[in-house]
Every structure is written in C-alpha cells, then in structure tokens.
C-alpha cells in the first residue's frame, strides 16, 4: 500500500464527508483540516507515517465544506466552517480532539480551539496576522472576480512553491486541486468584503481566548517565519511552539509525512508542548 492509499472509513458526517481512522482510546483524536482547493486524500502521506509511530491513533480526516465529498454551501465564513466542523466531531463521537489545519484551515482549526473543547491546534504553515494577506487580494479583487481568475490564482499556486515537493507529492496536489472561482472567492468572502477591523478584532479575540485557556498550539512551517512576525506570535499567544521544516514551501506534511507524523503522535501525550 502507497501512502496516498491509506484509507479509512468513509462516512458523512454532520454534512460534510470524512475519512475515519483508528479507534477511541486514552489518546486525544486528531481531526484534519485540509487548505483551500484540496481535500482530505492530501493527508494520505502523513496518515501512512503516523499508522507507524503512533498505530492505531483516532483520526478523523475532513472534507471541508464544498470540496471532496461535502457539499457547496451558499457562503463560508470561518465561524460556520468551524462549527459545522464541531458537529462532525461531535456526531463522531470525540472529545476535545487536536485540530490539525493547513493554510486557510488552520484559521480554522484556530477559531475551533477558541471556541470548542481541544486539547491543542497544530497550525500547518499559515500565519495569523493576516493585514498583508487581505490587502495584497484586495488589490487583486477585480482580476479575481473576472476572467483572469485562472492566471490570478496560478500567481497563488507558483507562491506554494510545490516544486519543492517530492513527484508524486506534486502529483497527489495535482490531482485533487479544485480551483473553482467560486469556491475560492466563497472562501474568501470575508477577506474581500468584511471590514478589515472586524477581523482584526475577531483574531484577537480568538487568540486571547486560546492564551487564556492555555491552549496547546503547534506551528509546522515549511520555512523560517519572518523576525517581526516570530516576535509578534510569541506576545500574542506565548505557548505556541514552532517546529520548522526547512525546505518544504507550503506543505511540510507532504515534503517530510514522516517529520510530520512524529510531531502529530507528540500530540498523544498529556501536556505536549
């Protein structure tokens, strides 16, 4: 069996479609989030990796709302996504799970943890002061609502920088992309339309939720993070922990799954940062 053919037990879950490994036991499940344009196969390197150091582990791999095998909705605001997320956690039957999410999802993950019962948030490779991110596609709003959509979100893809990947984690990210221009402007709603303040405000509310409940939080990047940031993150939410896995561009789960796993099956413990 290849990495990318780990399965589970497929199921749907609260709506949405998921994947469902391992069995209930003293260790915390762990729910994964894929990014935008993806799906949950994009785990299945990582899902290999951990079925050796960590066997047998509750995982719960998740389609976000309308890709893979859950459907479009009218509108995904991150609050939504991340309470329709809750329901199928909850109708899978977990407890504070870890939440695991890549790029977009670990803002994600970051609202679930804020807001629901976990026992950590492993955020894969996407920073949370996001005033640059908003403004730079706000500069891109007409392109990205009109016909140069395509060649707009190429722009976004070369910035991933897959090339760093092995082929067939290429091929795997490939394979499953869906860049409908609905699906990402449906996503990206907020970021075009919602008052910078706004979000600005909900961020920090979240973060001081998550500080005050001394959430464990887990950083995976696929880089250095820049100095100015590394300092903000630090006074913003002091417990989070920052594992760097050099030269993996935007998917240091599928550069290095066993790295990767090893940091997930860390998570199995009782205080783990």
Do not use: C
Not at 146 to 161: L, T
Not at 210 to 239: I, K, N
Request: proline share 7%; aromatic share 6%; no cysteine.
């Amino acid at each position: 069996m290849t990495a990318t053919e780990v399965k589970g037990r497929a199921r749907g879950l609260a709506g949405l479609g998921v994947e469902d490994h391992g069995a209930t036991d003293d260790r915390p499940p762990l729910v994964l989030l894929h990014g935008l344009t993806f799906n949950r196969t994009m785990w299945g390197p990582a899902l290999a990796a951990l079925r050796d150091v960590d066997p047998g582990r509750r995982v719960l791999a998740i389609d976000l709302p309308g890709h893979g095998g859950s459907s479009p909705w009218p509108s995904y605001d991150v609050e939504s996504v991340a309470e329709a997320v809750h329901r199928a956690v909850t109708e899978a039957g977990l407890e504070r799970p870890v939440v695991v999410g890549h790029s977009l999802a670990a803002v994600i993950a970051t609202v679930y943890g804020a807001r629901y019962p976990t026992r950590g948030v492993v955020n894969v490779d996407q920073p949370l002061q996001t005033e640059g991110f908003i403004r730079f596609v706000r500069s891109l709003a007409d392109r990205l609502r009109g016909p140069e959509f395509p060649d707009v979100w190429q722009m976004f893809v070369a910035s991933m920088h897959m090339e760093l990947l092995p082929p067939e984690g290429q091929e795997l990210l490939r394979s499953m992309m869906d860049a409908r221009q609905e699906l990402v402007l449906g996503y990206w709603r907020e970021v075009l339309e919602r008052p910078v303040e706004e979000i600005a405000a909900a961020g920090t509310v979240g973060l001081a939720a998550l500080r005050e409940a001394d959430v464990p939080y887990l950083v995976v990047a696929g880089q250095e993070l820049e100095p100015s940031y590394a300092r903000w993150l630090e006074a913003a939410l002091p417990q989070a922990r920052v594992e760097v896995v050099a030269g993996s561009g935007h998917f240091p789960h599928i550069a290095h799954p066993d790295t990767f796993a090893e940091l997930l099956a860390l998570t199995g413990r009782e205080r783990w940062l």
